[in-house]
């Protein structure tokens, strides 16, 4: 006969193994296949509701056994609010690991600006993002224009609730982020100069960014710019006046695409960035340069070049003379 104390051993030890079953298994145990499923806790929601919704969308075996599993772990005030990608089948250990370390899908926004981009087109990123309305960067009210090339390139993690933030508030708070970018990963390239030439190099670097695509062209084209503004040329940049014909209407909360702005009407116009009419640098910079071109522009590779053109499949075609310069448009822009 057996003993009671064992019956009761043997009832209790099932228990025990039944809910390190229904704990430590994956549920459903028999799938075949995996699914994701978006799974959301709320700020300040209860124990109760948790175990509930877990319930209804099919993710665990028993609403109880999670409830007593989560008690028992000391985990019931560390689950963490959040949106929740959950790869079924789970064990209910495994989902009261994820909920108590806070592994939610991230609710921030990625947004990669590009090397040579301006703000006009920087506006349009975080428009796209839902981060701000279209033109916000551009208003009147609002621009930022005098930050250009000082909005460093990178690749940047901002909160969806910026988006609740005033425009003005979104916008400092934003260019903030970028300007501080900036400072931070041009610090040794740029140290010790003055203002005024930290925003000689800057502008060159932006050009750069705009005309030529290699580091060893872009040390080039630096060195057939300082060869150009010694020797008192012009310095005639097609960048430069696109960007003047599209300066204007951004200035008026208009965007313009510098890639599609009119340079042969507006080659004969006297503006401030215009380098066939005006000798010198522009006024300042015509994108927002990242490191490459910014150590090419601290570092002009010598030559006897005065001329560059770029073809249309990217290539760089140098010229000594006005002359051979003439036949390299011939041969590559006709």
Same mark, same amino acid.
């Given at each position: ?35 994701? &499923? +978006? ?10 509701? !948790?175990?509930?919704?877990? #319930?209804?969308? @099919? /993710? ?48 921030? &926004? +990625?947004i990669t600006i590009p090397e040579g981009t301006n703000i006009?087109? !920087?506006?349009?990123?975080? #428009?796209?993002? @839902? /981060? ?57 390239l740029l140290a010790g100069l003055t203002q005024a030439q ?137």
């Amino acid at each position: 006969m057996i003993a009671k104390s064992h019956i009761i051993f043997a009832l209790i030890l099932a228990v025990l193994i039944l809910g390190a079953a229904l704990v430590y298994l994956p549920y459903p145990l028999l799938s075949s296949r995996s699914q994701n &499923i +978006e799974f959301n806790i709320d700020s300040g929601q209860s124990l109760n509701l !948790i175990a509930d919704n877990l #319930a209804i969308h @099919g /993710l665990i075996n028993s609403r109880y056994v999670f409830e007593a599993y989560v008690r028992l772990s000391g985990d019931s005030k560390r689950l963490q609010a959040g949106k929740y990608l959950i790869n079924q089948p789970v064990s209910i250990s495994q989902l009261v690991n994820d909920f108590s370390n806070g592994l939610a899908e991230s609710n921030d &926004i +990625e947004i990669t600006i590009p090397e040579g981009t301006n703000i006009a087109d !920087i506006d349009k990123l975080f #428009a796209g993002a @839902g /981060l701000m309305q279209e033109g916000d960067f551009l208003k009147p009210q609002t621009t930022r224009l005098d930050f250009e090339g000082y909005l460093f390139p990178d690749t940047y993690r901002f909160d969806r609730k910026i988006s609740l933030l005033d425009p003005q508030a979104r916008i400092n708070t934003i260019f903030q982020v970028l300007n501080s970018n900036f400072k931070a990963k041009t610090a040794k390239l740029l140290a010790g100069l003055t203002q005024a030439q930290n925003l000689r190099f800057v502008i060159i670097a932006s050009i750069l960014e705009r005309e030529v695509k290699t580091q060893s062209d872009m040390q080039l084209v630096t060195g057939i710019i300082e060869r150009r503004l010694k020797l008192g040329m012009p310095l005639e940049i097609d960048a430069t006046v696109a960007y003047g014909v599209c300066y204007p209407k951004w200035l008026s909360g208009k965007y313009c695409n510098v890639s599609s702005a009119d340079i042969v009407d507006n080659i004969v116009i006297n503006t401030a960035y215009n380098t066939y009419v005006r000798k010198g640098l522009p006024q300042g910079p015509i994108s927002n340069p990242g490191l490459r071109s910014i150590e090419a522009a601290l570092q002009p590779a010598p030559s006897d070049y005065l001329y560059y053109l770029t073809t249309k499949d990217g290539v760089t075609i140098f010229s000594k003379t006005a002359a051979e310069h003439l036949i390299a448009r011939q041969k590559y822009l006709k």
